[in-house]
């Protein structure tokens, strides 16, 4: 087990067991609408983007998921999949003074990792990039539709974040669910791989880099699903960046402790969800990256512990 846990929930916001905001509706594709662009300052350092694009400003973007559009066709249109149809806990207590108290073993593991993304990124960023950091506006921890600044979000979808309002939104128990089906078992290490993973996909708003895709996605729109290939790849070498420093620090067990992050890597890679949803690979259809494509920069970041290493987009483009 990892070291990085916490029972503060500050920062989280907990919605479990409230209404949602209204059924995703009928039909297939992506249940998201997109974000306009928007702009915004920035500067410093940034990753090289191909055609002389460089991440370094503007915010908003395109709304990214964990497991891509494949998930609905892995675990069944319109099931529900809180807390109750995944037979686990959602026992988050409060402080009293409406602050989230983490209570249960995986809601403290999520907030352990949450703070340490907080840390880490708060001194890596002027590091690395000269940007300053901002914390995601919450963590929201749901188990049902619900309104975000992206459109209506579905626990169907999988851990998401939505750059318009910079909030990750995580479904514990569904999280959960997500790793027994595509990764076999669930393990703490997978789990903050995945948060993480959310996480870098909140610094890509922050340095411009969502924008800078969704625009030459817009572009050349025959290379869209590249695009994306690339910004799902620089999600997982920053995540990758951040556990090497946790290791680096003593905070897992053990050496092979990152296997457990690597299997989670490579089961939601998309030759791997392909496979499990239609029996056979479409390339040109993907979105996130193959598993090994996926354990490839995790491990990148991993041994670097440098975000500057993350250039997915000369890899893929």
Not at 222 to 227: F, M, P, R, V, W
Request: charged share 15%; glycine share 18%; with cysteine.
């Amino acid at each position: 087990m990892t070291k990085i846990r916490s029972t503060d929930g500050s920062g989280v916001t907990d919605v479990r067991g409230q209404s949602g905001g209204g059924g995703m509706g009928g039909g297939s594709g992506f249940p998201f609408q997109i974000p306009g662009m928007g702009s915004g300052g920035g500067g410093g350092g940034g990753i090289g983007l191909p055609g002389g694009l460089k991440a370094g400003g503007g915010v908003l973007g395109i709304i990214v998921l964990l497991a891509s559009i494949f998930l609905p066709k892995l675990l069944g249109a319109g099931g529900g999949g809180g807390s109750q149809a995944a037979g686990l806990p959602s026992g988050s207590g409060s402080s009293g003074n409406g602050a989230v108290v983490c209570t249960t073993e995986l809601e403290q593991i999520v907030c352990g990792i949450d703070h340490y993304l907080d840390g880490y990124w708060t001194s890596a960023l002027p590091k690395f990039f000269g940007v300053d950091y901002r914390s995601p506006a919450t963590v929201e921890w749901f188990d049902a539709d619900l309104q975000t600044g992206c459109g209506t979000g579905s626990p169907e979808m999988g851990p998401f974040y939505c750059p318009a309002d910079e909030v990750v939104y995580l479904d514990l128990a569904f999280m959960q669910k997500l790793e027994n089906m595509l990764v076999g078992t669930t393990s703490d290490l997978a789990e903050q791989y995945i948060v993480a993973h959310e996480w870098g996909h909140h610094i890509q708003n922050i340095l411009g880099t969502n924008a800078k895709v969704q625009q030459a996605q817009q572009n050349d729109p025959s290379k869209a699903n590249q695009y994306s290939v690339a910004l799902e790849l620089q999600a997982d070498c920053y995540a990758g960046v951040v556990i090497g420093d946790a290791n680096a620090n003593g905070l897992l067990d053990s050496a092979t402790e990152v296997n457990e992050a690597i299997a989670a890597a490579k089961g939601v890679g998309d030759d791997a969800i392909q496979m499990k949803t239609q029996g056979h690979i479409d390339q040109d259809a993907w979105t996130h990256g193959s598993s090994q494509q996926r354990q490839t920069w995790f491990m990148t970041g991993f041994n670097s512990m440098d975000p500057t290493t993350c250039d997915t987009f000369s890899e893929v483009l």
